[in-house]
């Protein structure tokens, strides 16, 4: 198994840009997919989960070309069916590509099994099971239809409002998804809104959508079916979510400064720069413009000191795959920071309240773990250890900048392969922005 020996680090500087989101790499190969003519992504996060939505595409009758680094073009279907899969998809431990595609095939006039890695054929699908049955697809699986391998026959769907139960922009962009192949029209509500990243690039392909935010800011969009989609030239973002285990590492680590080209900060996605500007935190950002109907920025990140933050409701999904960074940051905040309402994070690639509160226990963290979230007293000096990432990526790299900005001993987070999924390039940002 692989593992990394991390030794504490005096400061990060330089100036970096991340690696194409991936939330919106998923979308932007999917929608090529489903559109006429030639996509063509520049930024393309080229890690494990994007790849496998990749071959599944290609599984699925779309040509894939690589033109050259990060940059491929896609020739899609342009509105005929797809072909039926001689084999089974295989989503490996991407969430995301899963319930995504599981959208997709269910309109399809044909039979495909989707299944997925052993971390998420642990992880909850009735949520898009559910629905899709609603809308008239035929979809069977394990466990009652609600765990990976899903067999799916799908066919004429019909579109439903349906409220879901959490804000899971999974759930939301899998029933756009099939509602774009549905009779009428399709509109899912949630309780808050979640990332938006297909509603912006079904836009940029060139379908209507209706959207509407309440004063309670509850949100809700509608899609009518049948729409004709085009394919587009775009360039990908760079990954908030990669980018934040170095804020953390800048933030943390006296002296840095970090400069973070061409990053995206779509608000559903920034909710840890919000938490905290709470904790007293400013960062330096300028706007920079639009990439693929998302806005984009170049932050500066010095080290300082950061305040307790109380973190709840409607913030909540917009931090979600941060969390465990958060915890990180809470061990050196000072005072008592509370992550609540997020129950979700023990359905992830891991239960990423339980890896990372006994994880950081283990380097001398004061957390401890709460149904929902987590509640940290700060600041305490952490120390290296042997940790273990939980087969999760999010949790080998909080782990690695936990290592970084320990105060004495070296730090081996074992079993980091998982970091694949989402970041190949964080293992070199360990040398080339970190100095010793
Ligand atoms: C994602 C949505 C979020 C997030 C995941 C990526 C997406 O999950 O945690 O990493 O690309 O739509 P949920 O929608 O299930 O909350």
Redesign the pocket.
């Known amino acids: 198994m692989q593992s990394w020996r991390i030794r504490p680090a005096r400061r990060v500087r330089g100036v970096w840009r991340p690696p194409g989101d991936?939330?919106i790499t998923?979308r932007a190969v999917i929608l090529g997919l489903l559109a006429h003519g030639a996509t063509e992504i520049e930024g393309f996060l080229e890690s494990d989960d994007c790849l496998r939505t990749l071959r599944m595409a290609q599984q699925l009758g779309a040509s894939a070309e690589r033109v050259g680094a990060a940059h491929w073009r896609i020739v899609g279907r342009g509105g005929q069916p797809l072909q039926e899969p001689a084999d089974t998809l295989d989503a490996g431990n991407s969430?995301?590509a899963a319930?995504?595609m599981a959208g997709v095939l269910a309109a399809q006039p044909f039979f495909s099994v989707l299944t997925g890695d052993e971390s998420l054929r642990r992880r909850p699908m009735r949520r898009v099971v559910e629905p899709l049955q609603r809308m008239g697809a035929r979809i069977d699986g394990r466990d009652g239809a609600t765990r990976l391998p899903l067999a799916i026959r799908g066919g004429a769907l019909r579109g439903i409002h349906y409220l879901t139960p959490?804000?899971?922009?999974?759930?939301?962009?899998c029933l756009l998804l099939a509602g774009l192949h549905a009779a009428g029209v399709t509109e899912v509500a949630e309780p808050c809104l979640?990332?938006d990243?297909?509603e912006r690039m079904l836009h940029a392909f060139g379908a209507t959508l209706e959207q509407q935010m309440s004063d309670a800011g509850a949100h809700r969009v509608r899609i009518a079916g049948g729409q004709r989609l085009e394919g587009q030239r775009l360039t990908i973002p760079g990954d908030f979510?990669s980018a934040a285990f170095w804020v953390a590492a800048a933030l943390l680590l006296s002296g840095s400064d970090l400069t973070i080209e061409h990053v995206g900060v779509n608000p559903t996605r920034t909710g840890l720069l919000e938490a905290l500007a709470q904790g007293g935190v400013h960062l330096e950002w300028q706007a920079v413009g639009e990439q693929a109907g998302e806005p984009t920025a170049t932050l500066r990140v010095r080290a300082q000191p950061i305040g307790a933050m109380r973190i709840g409701g409607a913030l909540v999904?917009s931090l979600?795959?941060e969390a465990p960074i958060l915890a990180l940051l809470a061990t050196q905040a000072h005072g008592e920071t509370e992550l609540r309402d997020a129950a979700?994070l023990r359905v992830?690639e891991s239960d990423r309240i339980e890896a990372i509160t006994t994880e950081l226990r283990t380097m001398g963290a004061q957390i401890e773990p709460l149904p929902d979230g987590f509640r940290v007293q700060g600041p305490t000096p952490l120390h290296g250890a042997e940790v273990h990432s939980h087969g999760d990526h999010r949790i080998a790299m909080t782990l690695a900048i936990a290592g970084l900005i320990a105060h004495s001993g070296e730090t081996v987070v074992h079993d980091v392969a998982c970091v694949q999924t989402s970041f190949p390039e964080f293992e070199s940002l360990l040398q080339a922005l970190v100095e010793a």
């Open positions: 991936k939330s998923h969430g995301t319930r995504l959490v804000a899971s922009a999974q759930v939301k962009s979640s990332r990243h297909t979510s999904p979600i795959d979700e992830k």
